[in-house]
């Protein structure tokens, strides 16, 4: 009877510290703060805007690449951390006039 106890007890203890790292990994750590930011920030973008009023809304970029499909037309992406476990991040397309051409924001729940 005690070790059925002691066993309810400990599956309950992992239980609730299972799901408190899981919610601090997700939505309280600093690197998740910054990417809910990130996202929150993104929606306030619209494509023709400057790349200086981007970078004053968003930040600094945590990636600029040359998009592979665009390196032809000399624009630049911006991309920004997404929140943990998605699938692609949160991304700016920029043309040879830096000005956003092509917003790939992030597709969560």
């Known amino acids: 009877m005690k070790i059925l106890k002691y066993i309810s007890y400990l599956t ?8 408190g790292l899981f919610v601090y ?5 600093p690197r998740a703060r910054k990417a809910w930011t990130n996202v929150e920030n993104s929606e306030k973008i619209a494509v023709s805007m400057e790349s200086t009023d981007l970078v004053r809304i968003m ?3 945590d990636t600029i690449r040359r998009p592979y499909v665009d390196l032809e037309k ?10 943990f476990m998605a699938s692609d ?5 920029l043309d040879s006039d830096n000005r956003v051409i092509k917003i790939y924001p992030y597709e969560g729940t």
């Open 12 to 19: 309950l203890i992992v239980l609730v510290l299972g799901i």
């Open 89 to 93: 991040g949160i991304r700016f397309v």
């Open 74 to 83: 000399g624009n630049i992406s911006y991309y920004y951390e997404p929140p």
């Open 59 to 61: 930040g600094k970029p």
């Open 25 to 29: 990994v997700y939505k309280l750590s």
